[in-house]
């Protein structure tokens, strides 16, 4: 009877063993990808404790194979994983953007997953592309987004349709298993965590407070903090008053300036005047092609007919081909001036989103109707987000309008206008990894609620609105909260709690976030406890003047005592989640050297400016492939050389602005005969030089 027990218990399970082969789409017999498989069908292997460490350890290359499969793997060792990711067919999308490549190591790395087989299987079993293997595994949908809107302009060849379509094809919804949804369930702390699973971590956490580390001190009216993305881990610090300084991977404060323009720079002394250096945005392939976006007021030099009291200038500058701590301020390149009439409700912050393009985010400046009446020139931009494209190759324009901007054939609307309505922005986020439930990009600003007011608002710009009359998503109470300063939507490693949360505060050092939420308000709001110097060890102090975001994306906070831009009071904070160490291990990057600019735009365009997408764009007086060849006008006569612009290299016996004049006389004749013919040699060389090096690659 025992033995018949047996042999029921076997029979029943074989054939829920073969239902459930029947059920996912498969034949009967056919190897069940519900079960752990490798992508060829066999079993993963549990890791030795000696790779285990390894995958923690490990900072780069193939190592990102282990870090994300630090038990069980279809790469049980070093040389499986390096085999993975440099594959041929792994290596058919590559880019030169840091993020992008994070994403194309991850992706490749899902070969090597204990899942892969269903990751690399559609729904019904089949394989995503039947005439050859799948580029990519099945993606979750949060995560295909993601990847889409992080590569899309750096992989076009993969991007082909646009988001629904390219994510109805590549992601699931269907509560199957995507990558990396698995990690989100046997790896609590990986980067990339759910709604679901942030709302449960929350409620866990709900009274704890956060902390904050003192970074930096003593600096001067601190205004930002911004990344390059280029793997350096360096942060670069705006002061008001027109400098921009290095902090390194090791915190160290770099003595010479990264950008210093204080002469051009109109800045305010009093508490209310926002004049001074505003912004700074690194180009998205900043690593490749070094261009860098700023923007400042600065006096009205060619405004000086009508009442403005300055200009809001946005410039492009290129890093020093010699010094990659340092700007070469002779590569400026105006984009476009604003004339501006009061010193406050200004902007003029410079945000790239993951898409590649440039937004600009204007204030109202605090002009009335009567204003704009008087006001000329450039003051449609007044109160309005602006959306340009700076990846040209025109060297007339430093930009073009984007087709899908609102107003691209309005009449009554400049076509760079994104949106408008804006009273007083301070500081606008974009979510590089989720998009809104439009599919659009998630943008959220602060701003203030009026003209005239200091109450303020949490606004999610959305392409074409006028937020004169569109309601906020926040309202903030103006008995509790001054002017709104705006932050980041916190994406970092160190603390689970905040992630996916937008992070934002006032001057007067309150803090609150912002979290998705499931019911009728799709946002709720929740004021951040910071935890007291004794617990934490460091406490908030000053008016909050900033935000700063570094490449893991952690959240840094600038305060200052002062309002005087001469006072050395500022200070830069970096947010901590007490429950996590500060740097967790998995939270770890490598750290890169910053590079000298490689380009071959870079390396020959020597007499004028590179565009951002490799084209050498001449300065007044040269010509040629890079701008090598000098242009006299009137050329130079009786074989003179143009060597500088407007400026030739006579032959002997011949001066003038063109040579024109001849001056060879009858008792020097024979003298000189000599020395002409090597005179003339060395011309006709520099003549041969000339030529050569103007199409020389």
């Known amino acids: 009877m025992k033995h018949l027990k047996i042999v029921l218990v076997l029979a029943i399970a074989a054939n829920v063993w073969e239902c459930g082969d029947t059920k996912f789409g498969g034949e009967k017999g056919e190897i069940s990808p519900r079960r752990r498989r490798c992508y060829d069908g066999s079993l993963p292997k549990r890791l030795k404790k000696r790779d285990r460490k390894l995958s923690l350890d490990s900072g780069s290359g193939s190592e990102v194979c282990h870090r994300l499969y630090p038990r069980v793997s279809c790469c049980p060792n070093r040389r499986a994983a390096f085999q993975i990711l440099h594959r041929r067919d792994a290596r058919t999308f590559s880019t030169n953007n840091t993020e992008c490549s994070r994403l194309l190591e991850e992706l490749r790395c899902a070969r090597c997953s204990p899942n892969a087989q269903m990751l690399f299987h559609t729904p019904n079993g089949a394989a995503a592309v039947p005439s050859r293997e799948p580029d990519l595994p099945l993606l979750c949908h949060d995560y295909c987004r993601e990847f889409y809107y992080t590569c899309r302009g750096h992989v076009p060849e993969l991007f082909q349709a646009d988001v629904d379509e390219f994510c109805q094809y590549y992601s699931r919804r269907d509560g199957g298993l995507c990558f ?68 390194s991977h090791t915190m160290e404060l770099l003595k010479d300036p990264f950008l210093d323009i204080h002469k051009l720079v109109q800045s305010g002394m009093k508490a209310g005047d926002e004049r001074g250096l505003l912004s700074l945005a690194f180009h998205p392939n900043y690593r490749k092609n070094g261009k860098l976006y700023v923007s400042y007021t600065t006096n009205q030099e060619r405004w000086a007919i009508g009442p403005h009291d300055h200009i809001l200038r946005v410039v492009e500058y290129t890093v020093s081909r010699k010094n990659p701590n340092q700007v070469d301020t002779r590569t400026v390149r105006v984009l476009m001036e604003v004339a501006e009439l009061h010193r406050k409700h200004l902007g003029g912050q410079l945000l790239f989103s993951p898409d590649g393009l440039l937004h600009i985010f204007l204030g109202d400046g605090m002009i009335t109707l009567d204003d704009m009446e008087e006001m000329d ?140 939420s499931g019911g009728e308000r799709p946002w709720q709001e929740k004021t951040l406890c910071l935890g007291s110097s004794t ?111 407007s400026k030739c290299l006579c032959k002997s016996g011949f001066s003038g602005a063109q040579c024109e004049k001849g001056e060879r006389g009858s008792e020097q004749a024979e003298g000189d005969k000599n020395k002409d013919g090597i005179l003339d040699h060395l011309i006709d060389m520099t003549s041969y030089l000339l030529d050569l090096t103007s199409y020389i690659v």
Not at 405 to 419: K, M, V
């Open 535 to 645: 617990s934490c060890g460091a406490s908030l102090t000053g008016h909050i003047l900033g935000f700063g975001e570094d490449e893991l994306g952690e959240v840094y906070i600038l305060t200052s005592s002062k309002s005087m831009a001469q006072s050395h009071s500022g200070k830069l904070y970096k947010l901590l989640d007490p429950k996590r160490p500060p740097v967790p291990k998995e939270c770890r990057r490598p750290v890169e050297a910053p590079e000298m600019l490689s380009s071959p735009c870079s390396r020959q365009c020597k007499n004028g400016h590179c565009t951002p997408t490799g084209i050498c764009c001449c300065s007044p007086g040269w010509e040629g492939p890079f701008c090598r060849v000098a242009k006299c006008e009137p050329v130079c006569r009786n074989g003179g050389v143009c060597v500088e612009p």
């Open 180 to 247: 990396p949804d698995f990690q989100r369930v046997r790896r609590p702390d990986s980067n990339y965590l759910g709604d679901e699973k942030i709302e449960d971590i929350n409620r866990k956490h709900k009274h704890n407070c956060y902390c904050v580390q003192e970074v930096l001190s003593e600096l001067r009216q601190p205004v930002g903090v911004v990344h390059c993305g280029d793997g350096s881990h360096r942060l670069f610090i705006l002061e008001k008053e027109g400098f921009v300084r290095i902090l």
């Open 377 to 516: 020139g450039l003051s449609d931009f007044t109160g309005a987000a602006l959306r340009v494209d700076v990846d040209t190759d025109s060297c007339a324009s430093p930009y073009t309008i984007p087709k899908n901007n609102p107003y691209f054939n309005s009449t009554n609307q400049p076509p760079e206008i994104f949106a408008h309505g804006l009273h007083d922005p301070g500081r606008c986020a974009v979510d590089r990894h989720h998009a809104d439930t439009n599919g659009s990009l998630l943008i959220l600003c602060t701003d203030s609620s009026g003209r005239n007011t200091s109450t303020g608002r949490v606004l999610q710009l959305v392409k074409g609105k006028d937020y004169e009359n569109e309601p906020s998503i926040f309202d903030l109470k103006s008995t509790v909260i001054s002017t709104p300063v705006g932050g980041f939507i916190y994406r970092g490693c160190q603390s689970r709690r905040l992630y996916g949360s937008y992070v934002f505060g006032d001057r007067n050092g309150n803090l609150q976030v912002l979290q998705r």
